[in-house]
């Protein structure tokens, strides 16, 4: 029902207080209701203020209502209405509709708008000659453009950005001022003669400005050179994706072995070019936060992704990415973050040309600061829906769902593959993904992360609840410890992978089957867990009620980087034939492990799934060291996934033996190592299911709830959903939100805070 229906009927003229919450600031919201109020014949005004928009507005019933009717359906492209609350208020009669400056007055909770790719006006406009932003590799309007790696403080306006020390000229500023322009209080605006541009820097010197300097980086680039530029969250490093001598070079330099390259294509039809784009891929790729999706590959190239059959592809999504092809660059390009192996990426310039000097040839630097370092997301299509592989630029920060909780929550996430949750007036929102703890500069990351959505958002770090995981020598537990906070809570690794789910899907006091399967997570008696199977909720609490079979895990994490010192452990009590001759080959490292494990030196107690996958990737050939996390498994998954339908091998009550005994024979007797690969999948998929079966009746639901990293292999989710699922009646929760491998952990901690005493 309308709200002239409600109580604007029979008043000539009435007046309404509008409060707009959601991403309503940054995004071009405030011009487009002046637009809205103009169109139906509305005087008042618009703000931004701590809480997202307020707005005054005047007029007939019938336009009010028409007004609200459209304002509910947002009020510019990129804006995302969480909720509107509207009451009537005295008359004031306005004579016009204004954007009023912004206000703020207490501790911000509105949300901030991740970055937004350029849009097809400012497109055309660059490519516009007698545009006065033509080839201008810094052109947006309040539809485009940067948002979070820009501002610095809330509310959303220039002076808290890092354009702040760039003025507008006076026909800049006309257009910013005007309420019927879509530059209208655009706060990164500018044009070549007020604003920022890029510069070309080689051997410490500097070559070029403008398009002069994107003219010979585009032909460097053509040349073999590897180049490091700026973009929307930090430096990347590009070349020329067909040149395998210099993806080799930026492999060596980099110190990054055999992981996949992801590239950028020109436009669409370049990526339906290189990669197997069906109609939910294709729209992924399109998606206004512009991910590096991961789709089959239609073309390989040599030193690329030399190990999958998948490659992360990515469209555009900053002006200076389509100048550079426009230009003569390679297409497609390798963009890869600016890092060495482990650490964050690059987005500071002097940090930048310190770091990176050795990694790229030459430098092209913009001169917008960028206020904090967002990498670039990866997302797939799996079952159907949108997975989240890794969230940043485009999708941080966001509310990732809502929690239970008036008092503000930091979560601060797992070690691996870092991101933390920030609990603001019961929204969930998630941070930028971190990376992997450990190293020094990525640990630095961390804290600034912390330090920058907390001053954001003004919170006093005494008025937090600080969740954290279990595991007591976690960087992310000792930075808990750091914080002086209200209360501190501990929260177990898997318990907060299921909660992570339930939060997303809104069921934290939902009784499920809770299922996490990963590689590593610290356990409620100390060993390392993961293979976890829980029942309860997120509410009551989450029970563990079923394992896999405990194994040995010889030298401890340093087994994650050796598949075959995995195998040693996982294979004691067996009866096995020598493993260093055919079909197996195993290196010295096994006889090493076995070792250790005779003499019960450094060997720990463990349920991991992960490790499990990797002893039987060490069975089926795969003997080397790994390079990179779940690369043993991601192979295996490959070999099944060229195979045909087989039965499963035995796993009886998650007893590992039986089932990697089967494996085993049937090596030795010659059978295909697809098919061997295949029905160990299939094992794994089988299994939960009857197990889940069993756990579902004991607790007295339908609902099962899965995450952990093991859940990023599609064969494997496949099976579960499509083959396992309707013959079990079951249905299963997977992440929609977050990534189902620790970049999501942080959720369900913030989660298991907000619930739990």
Not at 238 to 262: H, M, N, T, V, Y
Request: net charge neutral; with cysteine; hydrophobic share 40%.
């Amino acid at each position: 029902m309308g709200l002239g229906a409600t109580f604007l009927s029979g008043q000539p003229r009435a007046a309404l207080r509008v409060g707009l919450r959601g991403v309503v600031q940054g995004v071009g919201a405030r011009p487009g209701v002046f637009r809205l109020a103009q169109e139906h014949g509305l005087t008042g005004w618009v703000r931004n203020d701590d809480q997202g928009l307020t707005i005054h507005v005047e007029g007939g019933p019938s336009g009010l209502d028409a007004f609200l009717v459209a304002l509910r359906q947002g009020p510019a492209p990129a804006a995302r209405v969480d909720s509107l609350q509207v009451i009537a208020v005295p008359v004031e009669d306005f004579d016009q509709f204004e954007v009023r400056p912004s206000q703020r007055a207490g501790a911000p909770d509105t949300l901030i708008s991740p970055d937004l790719p350029f849009c097809a006006a400012c497109l055309a406009e660059m490519n516009d000659p007698a545009s006065r932003r033509y080839r201008y590799p810094y052109i947006n309007c309040a539809h485009c453009g940067p948002r979070y790696s820009v501002v610095r403080s809330l509310p959303y306006d220039r002076a808290q950005t890092t354009m702040a020390d760039w003025p507008l000229c006076p026909a800049c500023r006309t257009e910013y001022e005007d309420p019927t322009d879509r530059r209208h209080h655009a706060q990164p605006t500018a044009c070549p003669d007020c604003g920022p541009n890029y510069v070309l820097v080689r051997d410490g010197q500097t070559l070029a400005r403008g398009v002069e300097a994107l003219a010979l980086a585009a032909k460097a680039l053509r040349e073999g050179t590897i180049l490091a530029l700026k973009g929307i969250g930090g430096y990347h490093l590009a070349c020329d994706a067909g040149d395998s001598a210099a993806i080799g070079r930026l492999r060596s330099r980099k110190f990054r072995k055999e992981r996949p390259f992801a590239v950028m294509a020109r436009d669409l039809t370049s990526a339906e070019e290189i990669a197997r784009l069906d109609e939910r891929l294709r729209a992924l790729l399109l998606d206004q936060a512009r991910p590096i999706v991961l789709a089959p590959a239609r073309v390989r190239f040599p030193g690329l992704a030399d190990e999958t059959d998948e490659i992360g592809v990515m469209l555009p999504y900053a002006p200076l990415h389509t100048l550079l092809f426009d230009l003569g660059a390679p297409d497609p390009l390798v963009l890869t973050s600016a890092n060495r192996s482990s650490e964050p990426i690059a987005y500071r310039d002097d940090d930048a040309l310190e770091r990176l000097t050795g990694l790229a040839d030459a430098f092209l630097i913009g001169e917008r600061p960028i206020a904090r370092r967002v990498d670039d997301s990866v997302a797939t299509v799996m079952g159907g829906e949108t997975s989240i592989v890794r969230r940043a630029r485009g999708l941080a920060p966001a509310k990732v769902a809502l929690l239970p909780s008036a008092r503000p929550i930091l979560a601060l996430g797992a070690d691996l593959k870092n991101a933390v949750t920030l609990v603001v007036s019961g929204q969930a929102i998630g941070s930028q993904h971190i990376g992997d703890l450990g190293d020094m500069e990525t640990d630095r990351a961390l804290e600034e992360t912390v330090r920058d959505l907390l001053s954001m958002y003004a919170i006093d770090p005494r008025e937090l609840i600080v969740a954290h995981d279990a595991h007591p020598q976690f960087v992310s537990t000792r930075l808990a410890a750091r914080i002086d906070s209200v209360q501190r809570v501990a929260v177990q690794h898997h318990r907060a992978h299921v909660a992570s789910v339930l939060a997303e899907h809104d069921e934290l006091d939902r009784p499920v089957v809770g299922i996490a399967l990963d590689g590593t997570g610290h356990g409620d008696d100390g060993s390392i867990w993961g293979f976890e199977v829980f029942g309860g909720s997120v509410v009551k609490g989450l029970r563990r009620l079923a394992h896999l079979r405990p194994a040995i895990l010889p030298g401890g994490d340093g087994a994650a980087r050796f598949p075959v010192q995995a195998a040693a452990g996982f294979l004691t009590g067996l009866e096995l034939p020598d493993l260093s001759g055919p079909p197996f080959h195993f290196p010295k490292r096994y006889d090493q492990a076995r070792t250790l494990v005779a003499h019960n030196v450094r060997c720990f107690p463990t349920t991991s799934a992960g490790r499990l996958f990797d002893t039987a990737a060490a069975l089926c050939g795969f003997t080397r060291e790994v390079t990179y996390e779940g690369q043993a498994a991601i192979w295996l998954e490959r070999l099944a996934q060229q195979a045909r339908d087989r039965e499963p091998y035995p796993f009886p009550d998650l007893d590992h033996r039986p089932l990697l005994q089967a494996l085993i024979a049937d090596r030795r007797a010659g059978r295909d190592v697809h098919e061997v690969a295949y029905a160990f999948h299939a094992a794994i998929a089988r299994s939960l299911a009857l197990i889940a079966v069993a756990v579902a009746r004991h607790v007295g639901t339908r609902h099962v709830a899965l995450s952990g990293g093991v859940f990023q292999n599609r064969l494997l989710r496949t099976m579960l959903e499509d083959r396992e699922g309707e013959a079990s009646g079951l249905t299963f929760l997977f992440h929609r939100s977050v990534p189902t491998n620790d970049g999501g952990i942080s959720l369900g901690q913030a989660a298991w805070a907000a619930v739990r005493p």
